[in-house]
């Protein structure tokens, strides 16, 4: 009989613990199919107010909560994206227990790594580089949110919503980058396009003006005028060409050593015609030394500097001066007596397209600067704009010291 009865006892005890593995693994089994379930709802979700609403709704559902959902904005602050019930709201408290769960990435609240004021218990939505988002649960009853093993739950639920995150922001920036790859992409072809099918024409254009002769003042003023503007516009051609080939890296680099005098005659005289107006004046030292540089690069620099400097200078005159500095470079500078430049933008103004204020009341396109700090960088050159102390801008090309010729003196 004893044997019986402990053979008794023993088949009891074993079949109620095989009763209550086959609990475990049923539980564990609807955990897994609940999260199986929830990752595949998530794999149709590409934006982010869709990811935060179904969290919402899935929360909910599972738990019987409520449920706020609050998400970082551009300056970190916790900002309610999504509410289950949808009347809810994040209340000063909850607001700061959201915010305090958004900076630590530990949970907050009753039942929480640590206690607060509030009612509600917030946790992290983990991401790569610490949580984006929080979500905050509440009993309606006013008992604790969470029980038990529920908590483990959630956390697997929230862990899911941060990998969706993620994808959905790699999507973003994947998305992002495409488009502009598509506009760069599209520029470039309609510079191209616009540039070559200009260049043509604009070729017969100004050698019919430069064989015309005129026969009476008023056509000879007519004339220069045509000229002129003719000049202007095939520089600016000139520059969408240029500005294309460097943005493709097909621009040609044949550096040579150049004489900074001449290369700034050369650049007055092709805009003597027209495109100079006011005083100008010339410091060039004789002992300055040669610089190795591309002439046809040089020269685009030159022109788009000076011609910079008579539309934005008014009729104060430019100076252009070169000088060796005492590191063993040679400095170029443009110079003007017009309004300057606004604080600040020293660096903006080489962009392209770029018009500062008031230049588009003179006829500027945005582009010459842009060819400047193009082509300087190209050669290896460097350049600076900078406000005159006696009024004006200062637009200078550096050449550093291993790009320095210096000229031979006879014996």
Not at 140 to 160: I, N, R
Not at 303 to 312: C, F, S, T
Request: hydrophobic share 45%.
């Amino acid at each position: 009989m004893v044997i019986l009865l402990g053979v008794a006892l023993v088949g009891s005890h074993m079949a109620a613990r095989l009763r209550h593995q086959a609990s475990l693994a049923q539980a564990q089994a609807g955990r897994d199919a609940l999260l199986a379930g929830f990752a595949g709802r998530l794999m149709g979700v590409t934006r982010r107010d869709a990811l935060w609403a179904l969290l919402a709704e899935e929360v909910a559902r599972q738990f019987g909560l409520r449920v706020l959902v609050a998400a970082a904005d551009a300056q970190g602050i916790a900002t309610l994206v999504a509410a289950h019930p949808a009347h809810d709201r994040l209340d000063l408290l909850e607001a700061a227990a959201a915010q305090w769960c958004l900076d630590s990435g530990r949970s907050a609240g009753p039942g929480g790594q640590v206690p607060t004021a509030s009612e509600w218990l917030f946790l992290p939505v983990p991401g790569g580089q610490g949580p984006l988002a929080v979500v905050g649960v509440g009993n309606p009853d006013g008992e604790l949110p969470l029980h038990g093993g529920q908590t483990p739950l959630l956390e697997s639920l929230l862990a899911q919503a941060g990998l969706a995150l993620a994808r959905i922001a790699l999507e973003e920036e994947k998305l992002a980058l495409g488009r502009v790859q598509e506009r760069e992409r599209l520029r470039s072809a309609l510079l191209s396009s616009i540039g070559h099918d200009l260049r043509t024409p604009l070729t017969t254009v100004l050698g019919t003006l430069r064989a015309l002769r005129p026969l009476t003042p008023e056509q000879a003023a007519a004339l220069a005028s045509a000229r002129g503007e003719a000049e202007r516009l095939d520089r600016f051609v000139a520059n969408l060409i240029e500005m294309v080939r460097l943005e493709i890296g097909a621009l040609q680099r044949d550096p040579e050593p150049v004489d900074l005098a001449e290369a700034c005659d050369a650049a007055l005289d092709h805009l003597a015609p027209g495109g100079l107006v006011g005083p100008l004046e010339l410091v060039v030292p004789e002992d300055l030394p040669l610089v190795l540089a591309d002439p046809r690069l040089l020269h685009h620099c030159l022109i788009n500097l000076i011609d910079n400097a008579v539309r934005h200078g008014g009729n104060g005159g430019i100076r252009i001066e070169a000088l060796a500095d005492p590191q063993g470079g040679v400095e170029l500078a443009v110079c003007d007596r017009g309004p300057g430049l606004p604080p600040g933008e020293e660096e903006r103004i080489f962009g392209m397209f770029t018009r500062l204020e008031g230049s588009d009341r003179q006829g500027g396109t945005g582009l010459g600067l842009a060819i400047v700090k193009g082509f300087a960088e190209a050669m290896g050159l460097a350049v600076t704009a900078a406000n005159r102390a006696g009024g004006g801008a200062r637009f200078a090309l550096h050449v550093p010291p291993a790009l320095v010729r210096p000229v031979a003196v006879p014996a």
